[in-house]
């Protein structure tokens, strides 16, 4: 049904403000955005400024679909999609305004901005619904190209941005060379016929300042009225309208004040205060990518072509030289080397590899050159999931960030009207300030810094913890992790490596050889202790063959003539059934176990261990790290009745666990981390997960409390300074001791405070 109708039949009539239909009768407007405007605007004597915007020439933007290549779009198990690079977002009000913009096109899904690294995901139905979402973000000031585009068209961009802001600059420098003549006349004296001329010039100087300069920015508060928005752009927009209608009209009739020097100098400060804003957003952002693990910068082909990763398919050969980095999942097919695999695991030691060995994108050959079959392509690898794991979060927003764009939606009202109710009282008190007052007021007290303070500290901090090895589902897991006051640990898997140690052989190498050949093709910790060992001593392993395992039982294998079996008590070796040597494996804490917890001690947190290890094991494990509160026999629901239980007494608890058995503590805690490696359930049910960055799994722990309580205070901060800097600058504006020029110069430098404090969230704390 359409608005004349839901008005019960009145005639549709174009916006008396911006032209889109609304009900009649004249005038008539759209929405409540576009009869303020109206009213402010007849409200200060500016009525020509509609005349003048109708004879203006259209601003410059893209208004055809650009072609998108196919090869662009990314097809996902959750359909179709383009990431676009958008240029022009400064705060939380481009996201919204972008997804309210992009919903009504054509063949276009859910969006999904990121305003830290200027990221926008659409989900589309083709090639042609791209296209038409980038010319629609073009025609509304958002240049925008594809991810995977190059960045030519991103530097041709921000060249776009500095042409505007160095016509403004000459423009203004031009426009001040008149309001000199004009300011002596009024002191000396001038003929009338020489300063009309003046202002003409300025007027005209004043076209292009507008309608090419300050386009983008007119443009956004546009759409934003259009679509119902309130975006931070509309009282700079108004300031400009209100500024350049004044000065239009007085020229027109040939008296009054006329501010076009005033409105020049705006305009350069604002372009400037934002492209110093996003060089420095700019580079935060090209920080956080390279916290993502962008190691592999291209791959090698089987013969010697080297190629971007991206080409690679499944079952393509690559060659792999010592010191490289595995550009994607691949199994080895031919050679020997040591492998690291810390950037996954956090575990120091080189592994050995070989033939029929799987390698995550991330790790790095050491030694010895191979060859390998690529098993997934790179969107599909081991790291281009953390990638999107990554990315997922920063789609998903914390209630904090939630609360922080309502406040800022609501203070740009407040601004609105505010600057409303300050024209009024100066109209009473001094007339002739009515103009820069209420311009300085729309100006300063724009919420950029206030809508920047969440976003952006949110995104630093999810950065900053998935390069340290700590992957969150969302930013609110880190304001959980925040409060937390007991962490309870698990053992086996959590803080013991989970791959025992063959801490004892009473056989000979040879006969450690042979069981090590049954064991090979074991995930079970008391194989890879028996493999493990015969490695480290240098053990030619042979093959075996017929290999079967029993739950609880053991290995069998054929090795050679014998029939080999490699099972309990222990690592006991049997041969053709008569037992020969024995071992025992011990599950040794992990290496920075005891650094770990002791540094969760130093923050003021209660530690507990809950296992399901025998008690006397666990007493070991808790006397070796210092934890009283060891418990071992935990049942899967002693575990998860022991945090309900903290729950209730008002602990808020991180639990920290790997195994099947821990999949309802990790629900029942306030927040549940499970390491990479974890069996799937326990991943799924928890809200992060550990081991998927250049540290260990712990160390990963200490690192998120650290920075989730930095994060806090940074948000607290940042809003404070935010709304203490609106505060003061507005009452200063509309007191008329802060100008037009001031409060376009405070405007940006509150904004680039608060980006450069949430940026060092992704650094080291």
């Known amino acids: 049904m359409s608005r004349a109708e839901a008005a019960g039949g009145l005639q549709s009539v174009p916006c008396a403000h911006c032209g889109e239909p609304a009900a009649g009768p004249a005038p008539a407007f759209c929405c409540t955005g576009c009869e303020a405007a109206h009213g402010a605007i007849h409200a200060a004597g500016l009525q020509d400024y509609y005349r003048l915007r109708d004879s203006m020439p259209a601003p410059v933007g893209v208004t055809g679909a650009p072609p998108v290549d196919p090869g662009c779009l990314v097809v996902g198990p959750r359909g179709t999609h383009v990431d676009?690079?958008?240029?022009?977002?400064?705060?939380?009000?481009?996201?919204?305004?972008?997804?309210?913009?992009?919903?009504?096109?054509?063949?276009?899904?859910?969006?999904?901005?990121?305003?830290?690294?200027?990221?926008?995901?659409?989900?589309?139905?083709?090639?042609?619904?791209?296209?038409?979402?980038?010319?629609?973000?073009?025609?509304?000031?958002?240049?925008?190209?594809?991810?995977?585009?190059?960045?030519?068209?991103?530097?041709?961009?921000?060249?776009?941005?500095?042409?505007?802001?160095?016509?403004?600059?000459?423009?203004?420098?031009?426009?001040?060379?008149?309001?000199?003549?004009?300011?002596?006349?009024?002191?000396?004296?001038?003929?009338?016929?020489?300063?009309?001329?003046?202002?003409?010039?300025?007027?005209?100087?004043?076209?292009?300042l507008v309608g090419f300069c300050a386009a983008p920015i007119l443009q956004r508060a546009t759409a934003a009225l259009q679509a119902r928005q309130i975006h931070v752009d509309v009282p700079v927009a108004l300031a400009i309208v209100v500024m350049f209608g004044a000065s239009v009209a007085a020229t027109v009739r040939g008296e009054g004040a006329v501010w076009f020097d005033s409105l020049a100098m705006l305009v350069v400060l604002l372009l400037g205060g934002r492209a110093v804003d996003g060089a420095v957003r700019r580079k935060a952002s090209e920080r956080l990518e390279g916290l993502l693990g962008r190691r592999e910068r291209t791959a090698r082909r089987l013969g010697g072509a080297v190629v971007s990763p991206e080409h690679l398919q499944s079952g393509d050969r690559?060659?792999?030289?010592?010191?490289?980095?595995?550009?994607?999942?691949?199994?080895?097919?031919?050679?020997?080397?040591?492998?690291?695999?810390?950037?996954?695991?956090g575990e120091p030691e080189p592994r050995p590899a070989g033939p029929g060995t799987e390698l995550p994108a991330g790790a790095q050959v050491l030694t010895g050159s191979l060859e390998a079959t690529v098993l997934r392509p790179a969107s599909e690898s081991t790291l281009g999931r953390l990638r999107r794991q990554v990315e997922e979060t920063l789609a998903r927003r914390a209630p904090e960030e939630l609360l922080a764009d309502r406040v800022a939606r609501g203070f740009v009202v407040a601004v609105l009207v505010l600057?409303?109710?300050?024209?009024?009282?100066?109209?009473?008190?001094?007339p002739t300030q009515v103009v820069p007052v209420t311009v300085a007021v729309l100006v300063v007290a724009c919420p950029c810094a206030l809508a920047l303070a969440t976003p952006l500290a949110f995104a630093a901090a999810v950065h900053g913890s998935a390069a340290r090895g700590l992957i969150v589902r969302d930013g609110g897991v880190l304001s959980a992790l925040a409060s937390v006051e007991r962490v309870a640990l698990d053992k086996t898997g959590t803080l013991t490596a989970g791959r025992g140690v063959l801490r004892s052989w009473n056989g000979t190498d040879e006969q450690l050889a042979v069981a090590a050949a049954a064991c090979r093709p074991s995930l079970h910790p008391v194989a890879r202790a028996v493999v493990d060992a015969a490695r480290n001593?240098?053990?030619?392993?042979?093959?075996?063959?017929?290999?079967?395992?029993?739950?609880?039982?053991?290995?069998?294998?054929?090795?050679?003539?014998?029939?080999?079996?490699?099972?309990?008590?222990?690592?006991?070796?049997?041969?053709d059934g008569i037992e020969v040597a024995t071992g025992a494996v011990h599950d040794a804490l992990r290496p920075d176990a005891v650094d770990a917890v002791s540094a969760l001690r130093s923050l003021g947190l209660e530690l507990t261990v809950l296992s399901g290890d025998q008690q006397a094991a666990v007493d070991d494990a808790g006397q070796a790290l210092r934890v009283a509160d060891a418990r071992g026999g935990q049942t899967p629901a002693d575990k998860a009745a022991a945090v309900r239980a903290w729950e209730a007494g008002g602990?808020?608890?991180?639990?920290?666990?790997?195994?099947?058995?821990?999949?309802?503590?990790?629900?029942?805690?306030?927040?549940?981390?499970?390491?990479?490696?974890?069996?799937?359930?326990?991943?799924?049910?928890?809200?992060?997960?550990?081991?998927?960055?250049?540290?260990?799994?712990?160390?990963?722990?200490?690192?998120?409390v650290r920075r989730a309580r930095r994060l806090r205070a940074v948000l607290r901060s940042n809003l404070a300074l935010s709304l203490t800097?609106?505060?003061?600058?507005?009452?200063?504006?509309?007191?008329?001791?802060?100008?037009?020029?001031?409060?376009?110069v405070l405007m940006p430098l509150s904004s680039i405070v608060v980006v450069a404090r949430s940026a060092q969230l992704a650094g080291e704390v």
């Open 84 to 208: 676009l690079a958008v240029s022009g977002m400064h705060c939380a009000s481009c996201a919204w305004l972008i997804e309210e913009l992009l919903q009504p096109v054509p063949g276009v899904g859910a969006v999904r901005v990121s305003l830290a690294r200027e990221q926008v995901r659409v989900e589309v139905d083709d090639a042609a619904a791209a296209g038409a979402a980038i010319a629609r973000l073009a025609d509304v000031g958002y240049p925008a190209r594809t991810r995977t585009g190059g960045e030519d068209a991103g530097r041709a961009g921000r060249r776009q941005e500095l042409l505007r802001l160095g016509v403004a600059g000459a423009i203004a420098m031009n426009t001040m060379l008149f309001a000199v003549g004009l300011y002596a006349g009024e002191a000396f004296g001038m003929a009338p016929g020489l300063e009309q001329a003046f202002r003409w010039l300025s007027l005209m100087l004043a076209l292009p």
């Open 318 to 345: 690559i060659e792999l030289r010592p010191g490289d980095v595995v550009p994607v999942d691949a199994v080895i097919t031919s050679g020997t080397s040591e492998v690291d695999l810390a950037v996954w695991d």
């Open 419 to 430: 600057a409303g109710g300050v024209a009024a009282a100066w109209s009473f008190v001094d």
């Open 537 to 575: 001593r240098g053990l030619a392993v042979p093959l075996a063959a017929d290999f079967a395992e029993e739950v609880g039982v053991g290995v069998t294998a054929q090795v050679g003539a014998s029939a080999v079996a490699v099972g309990a008590p222990g690592a006991t070796l049997r041969i």
């Open 651 to 704: 602990e808020r608890v991180l639990f920290v666990g790997d195994g099947l058995n821990d999949s309802e503590a990790l629900a029942s805690a306030s927040v549940g981390l499970a390491p990479g490696g974890a069996v799937d359930l326990s991943v799924e049910t928890a809200d992060g997960v550990l081991g998927a960055g250049t540290t260990g799994d712990l160390s990963a722990v200490v690192d998120g």
């Open 725 to 744: 800097y609106n505060l003061i600058a507005t009452s200063l504006a509309a007191a008329g001791i802060i100008g037009p020029l001031g409060a376009a």
